[in-house]
């Protein structure tokens, strides 16, 4: 087991990313559809702010079969880390990049004959390159319509050393309560697959299930499923309660700065937002929205510190927030803060935190920015 690593000497504010936890919710996502169905792990947006790399090794120790990132840029920086396992890239990839993909044995998302000619051409002679394609069922973005996808495939035939390995969609409203549009959706698809089957060609891989769709549609699991969210222990859904049980992956810390008592009618941050009513203990904590802690999160957010919470005071600034610790005593310098995660009995959820921010906990999480160091905890961890 790798050892843990210290906080950065001089960091005031850092997040810990527990990889037992990690392992365990996609273990737990691979009891619940089954052996026979891959796990393809969603790693795309810097793992959803956890950390691009120890999270993609995380995933294939957990029994992983595929990584899928969302740009050519993520894959190469797997790559370069030394990952050698499939790569799917569900974005996007320009026509001068296809070197790349063939280089890297890559396996890119293509709805265009240009690219695969181009893919084709940087293919060596003695390989193949893989491909998946994927089909807009409703999500109204990236991929071909159901009636272009077996023109594409008859016409993909043709062109040598690349081969259609996937075929995919992607639902628009598996995290809502109603199935009405994702049933839809699903039956365009089958529609697809079976089409293409009439015409000879059956690509050996179908998925088409996030995290939510994993839970809310188990008859669309396929050959392979694409948790993203759920890895984390993040709630896929508010509509419904996730059916099995999953681990929050990441603690947001921080350390108090400078406790203080402010007097009557003294203003707290940018544009007097908040002004004292009487003498107010404080906090103030070294993180602000240039680390990804939300601007809108003025005056409405809460921290943990001495596992109770402790509401802000004003707007949140660049670089620091004041909290009101009137009500929790014997706060002193360095005592922790946790703005994301548990402490004590006390627990600020990611879904609690997108909800002050009229956001998802996607955002919340994929938010924290890179000036803010990861800490990778392992088994080995106290």
């Not at 004959?113 to 990236?142: C, K, Q, W």
């Not at 060609?201 to 188990?218: G, K």
């Amino acid at each position: 087991m790798s050892e843990p690593l210290s906080i950065p000497e001089g960091a005031v504010t850092w997040a810990e990313v527990n990889l037992p936890a990690y392992r365990a919710n996609l273990r737990a996502i691979q009891t619940f559809v089954g052996p026979r169905v891959q796990i393809f792990a969603v790693v795309k947006a810097n793992a959803y702010g956890h950390g691009l790399v120890p999270m993609a090794r995380a995933a294939l120790q957990a029994g992983a079969r595929r990584l899928v990132v969302h740009r050519l840029d993520e894959a190469l920086q797997l790559r370069a880390s030394g990952i050698q396992a499939p790569i799917l890239i569900l974005g996007y990839v320009p026509l001068a990049a296809a070197r790349w993909v063939a280089q890297h044995r890559l396996t890119p998302t293509v709805i265009t004959l240009e690219f695969l000619e181009a893919l084709s051409a940087h293919t060596p002679a003695d390989a193949v390159s893989e491909v998946h394609i994927n089909v807009d069922t409703g999500m109204g973005r990236y991929g071909l319509l159901p009636d272009e996808v077996v023109p594409f495939l008859r016409a993909a035939a043709s062109i040598p050393r690349v081969r259609i390995e996937g075929i995919y969609t992607h639902f628009a409203t598996a995290d809502e309560a109603d199935r009405t549009y994702m049933l839809q959706q699903w039956r365009v698809f089958q529609d697809v697959l079976t089409a293409a089957e009439a015409a000879g060609v059956r690509p050996p891989v179908r998925h088409a299930c996030n995290s939510a769709a994993i839970f809310a549609l188990p008859e669309a699991h396929l050959d392979a499923v694409r948790p993203g969210i759920a890895t984390y222990g993040l709630r896929p859904s508010l509509d419904w309660e996730t059916p099995i049980a999953l681990q929050p992956v990441l603690t947001w810390k921080a350390r108090v700065a400078r406790v203080r008592t402010l007097p009557p009618g003294h203003g707290i941050g940018y544009g007097r937002t908040y002004v004292t009513s009487k003498p107010t203990t404080v906090a103030l904590v070294p993180v602000g929205y240039g680390d990804g802690y939300h601007r809108i999160l003025s005056n409405k957010g809460q921290v943990l510190i001495h596992g109770q919470r402790a509401p802000v005071l004003g707007r949140v600034s660049m670089d620091q927030i004041v909290v009101n610790v009137s009500h929790i005593p014997n706060v002193a310098l360095e005592d922790e803060v946790v703005l994301l995660g548990q402490q004590g009995g006390e627990a600020i959820s990611a879904e609690e935190l997108a909800a002050w921010a009229q956001t998802i906990n996607y955002e919340v999480v994929t938010a924290i920015l890179p000036r803010v160091p990861r800490i990778y905890l392992d088994e080995a961890a106290p």
